[in-house]
């Protein structure tokens, strides 16, 4: 299960712009929209050709009050962002091997933006991400979809990975619970809403 916890008092927690579930017929999706603006120690270690890297981590748990939560589904997605000095453009690589570690990773998309901002914007979204396959879901069941947006220091070359995990330029995660709605509703809360819990 994803544990929720409090973020550190310095770290860089994006906006959410948009948290939406969708349940139909065709499982369950999940559309984000972050405002994503690393810090000026970011941008520079991406011009100076370090690969960052950004995960999107989904579950669907079944709220039970006799036991803990069974978990239902899970997804996950790994970005990397990349300069490229020689075209001047941004890459972002996409892999949907949660399991791979660094170089295992196994990517299914690449796409390649001219600016960082457009990159950012890329990343910081997921657009109807499947992340319940139809009939995973029952009827009258009380279901939360948990979801979490991080920059991934694991996967940063070892070097930068030394005293990281203390420096809030370097710590960018944002979380949220969501209440699964009912078939074919949309559940779509702005920031402060009440059903919506960190």
């Known amino acids: 299960m994803l544990v929720l916890q409090a973020l550190p008092a310095l770290a860089h ?4 712009l948009q948290s939406r579930l969708q349940r139909s ?3 369950l999706q999940l559309s984000v929209r972050l405002a994503l603006a690393p810090s000026p120690a970011v941008e520079d270690a991406l011009l ?6 950004f995960a ?8 039970r009050w006799y036991w803990t939560d069974k978990r239902i589904s899970a997804a996950a997605r790994t970005l990397r962002l990349a300069y490229q000095p020689l075209t001047r453009r941004w890459r972002v690589s996409l892999s949907t091997d ?8 196994q990517y299914a998309l690449h796409q390649n933006f001219d600016s960082l901002a457009d990159a950012l914007s890329g990343i910081s ?8 396959e139809p009939g995973r879901l029952e009827e009258d069941v009380r279901y939360q979809a948990q979801w ?4 991934d220091l694991s996967l940063l070359p070892r070097p930068f990975q030394i005293g990281m995990v203390n420096q809030p330029d370097w710590v960018i995660e944002v979380q949220r619970n969501l209440d ?13 809403a009440t059903s919506e819990t960190r």
Do not use: C, H, M
Request: no cysteine; aromatic share 8%.
């Open 25 to 27: 017929a065709d499982g």
């Open 148 to 151: 979490r947006f991080r920059l």
């Open 48 to 53: 100076k050709g370090v690969p960052i890297y």
């Open 56 to 63: 999107w981590q989904t579950e669907v748990v079944r709220e």
């Open 180 to 192: 699964v709605p009912a078939n074919n509703e949309a559940e779509a809360r702005p920031e402060g």
């Open 125 to 132: 979204r997921v657009v109807s991400w499947q992340i319940a």
């Open 13 to 16: 927690e994006p906006e959410v």
């Open 98 to 105: 949660g399991g791979a570690i660094g170089t295992g990773l």
